[in-house]
């Protein structure tokens, strides 16, 4: 029984591992890596996706995973700025999708320094992307975005 215990607690702690391991992403557009450029869609998707991303129950949502993070930190960190590569990139992640809806951004971080591409679709935008530097632990931000117009349909 022992054996079987500790055989499933190491595949659930593995399986969390590799399930962590994914990229932080504002969209499901979002490109994969930040060397990777994304395709602009239409108008029309543009507008439902900013929608969907400024709707109240999001934001709290997003709110709600911004105090979190905030929170563990504190308990299990006591404040301290440095955190993980993931944890990093994720709270960055949720504080850019709570203020530029309907980007497609991808973060990736490392030693504190975060990495941002993707495409934002209003130039008023590129500003927000210094939010980032708000987040404990952000030691600079690289800013990879493009400001892209949504395609017309013809």
Known sequence: MKKLSLFLLSSILLLGTVACQDTAKTSANAPDSTK??????DAKTVEANKEDAQ???????LNADIRAHEQRNDAFNKGATKRTDAALATEVRDKLEANIPGSQLLVDAKDGVVTISGNIFHS???????????????K???NNVKVVQPKTKS
């Not at 990777?36 to 869609?41: D, F, I």
């Open 36 to 41: 990777e450029s994304t395709n602009v869609p």
């Open 55 to 61: 709707s109240q129950m999001r934001r709290n949502q």
């Open 124 to 138: 008023a935008n590129m500003k927000k992307i210094e939010l980032a530097k708000q987040i404990k632990g952000v």
């Open 140 to 142: 600079s931000v690289v």
